[in-house]
């Protein structure tokens, strides 16, 4: 009986150690001007807001708590992963600024995440970064396919 409640107290420890507060927000134009998709993940719920329409209508695209699991790996992913490496800008210029308009922009990224009591920033446009890459993987193992995120290499000229 010792040992159950031995073995009961350690899960539930375990769980407590994984809980720990976080939040991933990011924020994707995906190359067209006035557009925004905001992905939002905490430690208990995912939301997916989208501004389209040039801007002028913002639609709540998804909102939906997250699964046991998903709260675990997350916070995990989160954990182990190094923050700390993500630089506050990443920038290469738009090689087609004649061509710039609402369906032909620079890709800008904004992101922002939340661990514990650290805060990391960072923004990113018209450029491949590798720690953003592997984000965006483990986010779009939550997403559903009409909206998982297209962060193709091949898009790129400068690498992060």
Known sequence: MNKLRILVVMMFVTRI???QNFSLELSDNNG???????FKVTQDSLSIVARSDYGRSIVNYLNRSLTPDEKIGMSK?????PLDSIQKLYFNEYNNFQFIDADHAPRAFE????VGDSTYESAATNAYVYLYARLITQLNTMLPAEVKINYDINKFKAFY
């Open 111 to 114: 992101l922002k995440i939340v």
């Open 77 to 81: 992913y989160l954990k182990a992963f």
């Open 32 to 38: 067209v001007m006035e557009q925004k998709n905001v």
């Open 17 to 19: 150690t994984f809980a």
